[in-house]
């Protein structure tokens, strides 16, 4: 396979437009509509994103050098990415010397081909899966599913969504959307062989997925995974979860395929001690996570016979050409910053289109797939999802400064957008404000609107764009006087001596 | 100290009365209060809507009116036009400006500071010798909160003020919605976050909500007006020049 991302004349290829999920159907406020009117998504969502984000808070608060593991982990990250193609090789060539076979893929078609050729060419009709992201941006299961293949998702949420037929809407917990009696009808709806009596206690949901489960590990002889962490040094891989399913397909199958976008790599071992820190407490709220899976290559006697690793890249280099937007590329989707986003607390992940929602989402997906692919294209929606309030970064365990990247690819987009009434407007009060005459001379002219206020000096109705604002809030009509004139006029003055005086008395 | 006045584009315009108490109380704590008339706009709004180089000349005309060093310092009612002087003028000028311009914006950027922050960290004063008899809870606005890092110092101010009947306002660190042009293009996620805030601030009983940002405030109290709660917004300046012997004008309340 290619490796053209090292050393590509001209800028590397973003990911492919019809395969995967990083670009949805319409721009972000339309889907957000839709999500907003949603009630029983409204509550699941503010509860469950409430309580992780006490419960991360919490955890946080206990570790006295957590800035400076924050640091280090961003750091780490930021090294790693400077010299990713150094890492990559040494990374490929320690995975080789451990038997196991590096496969490198230019964009998803690439690694679903290669992927389906290793399932097909074991002639195995049924994969297992672990929860993983990569898999997901490339639409690796539906790929499969063209091809003949079942895969079956073993983390239970992305289960539940897979039953389901549904699209995951978090990074961490894929069905955060769905609650207890959501999840016993699909079970009850889907699920082969499941109880008729299952109630929605969640732990009758568990033991019931577990049944399922038990009989797919022991048949199993593919399974596919995504990866935490690779480490550049040994060619170890490391996977991090909760519920153990990972780890029963990771030792279980005879082959084992794993798929890991080449940001995932740090240099060396010792480097994970900072990102097994940082992970849990910032993705579940745990001191530690249940279940750290590593291995390295194959082991005789010990786990697959067979291990392949397919090194994704599908936009990534693109990503890593932005000298700003790379940062980006630090996240280690713990999914802290989608917790605490009031946006996406309110219109949920599926709004975003794309593998990656929330606040992490709104500047990986366009950077990986492009933003000015297709004319409207959604993507480029997505920066300006956001208020900018900054509670992202100031939770991201590796420190990526999002409201500072999302205004960046607004510059981006607004840059290469042919020139609209918005623009036309920002250079109209960019020229009305350079200047303090023209801005006197303009704010005299918007005094005018006085006349928009009702007896009360309130304004309810505005023309577009602005009737966005009153749809659902008033505005104050604009005052006799502005500041300034206020500060020329008598009464400014005295009011300025007034306060001189009871400066000199002490009188306040 | 020579303290210029920076009324930011928005308090010039349509809310003078949280300028007139910022100028008022700076005075009145002994400081001499400046205001250069040059001076317009901070340029946030084009930055954070992607015109960065439509905020050039905002970056420069703001240079301009606050570099000199006849001026100490620089106070503005606004954490997010203080936010934008000190964290974005530096990358306009950089990306579109001159090393002149760079070195220019960040002097100003570096002597300019929040109201609040100003009182507390350069002046050392919390007892402004205020005087508010109204029912109060306060909101922390999200660029003075996680740009400015301004913490607790307005509460510390308010907690000062005689007859203030100050009031924890529940899930206070959320963001209103407002967001500048977020609040028109995402107007309806926008307006879902503004029904949350107005929820927990009616919730506490207060007949206002403080802030030290009139844009943020323009916003709760559009919603908080559209409703007809009858909870006025004032800004923390207006609250803090208001002392028994001159109850400050009328808040800014459309109720
Ligand atoms: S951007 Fe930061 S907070 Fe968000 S998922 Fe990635 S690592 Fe976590």
Known sequence: MSRAFLGLPGPPPRAPRDTGYLRGQRPFPSAAHAALEDSQQRRNLGKATGTIRDKRARMVEEVPDWERLRSAGAAIKADALARLPELLERFESAVTERGGVVHWARDA????????????????????????????????????????????????????????????????????????????????????????????????????????????????????????????????????????????????????????????????FADLE???????????????????SMWTGVTAGDGPREFHLVLLDNGRSATLADGVGREALRCIRCSACLNVCPVYERTGGKAYGSTYPGPIGAVLTPQLAGMHETRDDPNASLPYASSLCGACYDVCPVKIDIPSLLVELRHQHVERSRYTAEAAMMRAASLAMSSATRFTKAQRASRLGRVLGGSDGRITALPPPFAAWTSARDLPVPPRETFREWWESEQGRAAMARARREAERGEW | MRVALFATCLGDSLFPEAVKATAILLT????????????????????????????????????????DESIDAVVAPSGSCVGSVRHQHGTVAEHHGTPALRERAGRAGGKTYELAEFLVDVLGVTDVGAYFPHRVTYHPTCHSLRMLRVGDKPLRLLRQVRALDLVTLPEAEQCCGFGGTFALKNSETSTAMLADKMRNITATDAEFCCAGDSSCLMHIGGGLSRLRTGVGTVHLAQILASTEQHVLAEPEVIV
């Open chain 2, 28 to 67: 009145r704590l002994g400081q001499e209060v400046v205001f250069p008339p040059g001076q317009t706009c901070c340029g946030q709004m084009h930055v954070n809507t992607g015109y960065q180089a439509d905020a050039l000349p905002l970056v420069r005309n703001y240079a301009a009116d606050f570099a």
């Open chain 1, 274 to 292: 900072v990102f097994l820190q940082l992970l849990p407490r910032s993705s579940t709220g745990e001191r530690m996570n249940p279940y750290t």
């Open chain 1, 109 to 268: 078609v690439e690694a679903n081909e290669i992927v389906t050729r290793l399932v097909a060419d074991r002639g195995a009709d049924e994969v297992l899966k672990v929860k993983s992201m990569a898999t997901q941006e490339i639409g690796l299961n539906e790929h499969l599913a063209a091809e003949g293949i079942s895969a079956v998702e073993t983390d239970l949420a992305e289960l539940i969504v897979q039953l389901g037929g549904d699209r995951p809407s978090h990074i961490l917990v894929p069905a955060i959307h769905r609650n207890r009696a959501e999840i016993r009808d699909i079970f009850l709806r889907e699920m082969p062989g499941v109880d008729p009596d299952l109630d929605d206690d969640p732990r009758s949901l568990a033991e019931q997925a577990r049944k399922y489960l038990r009989a797919k590990f022991m048949d199993a002889r593919v399974a596919v995974s995504g990866a935490n962490f690779g480490i550049a040094d040994t060619g170890t891989l490391s996977v991090v979860e909760s519920e153990g399913n990972g780890r029963m397909c990771l030792t279980m199958p005879e082959t084992l395929v794993t798929v890991m976008g080449i940001e995932k790599l740090v240099p060396s």
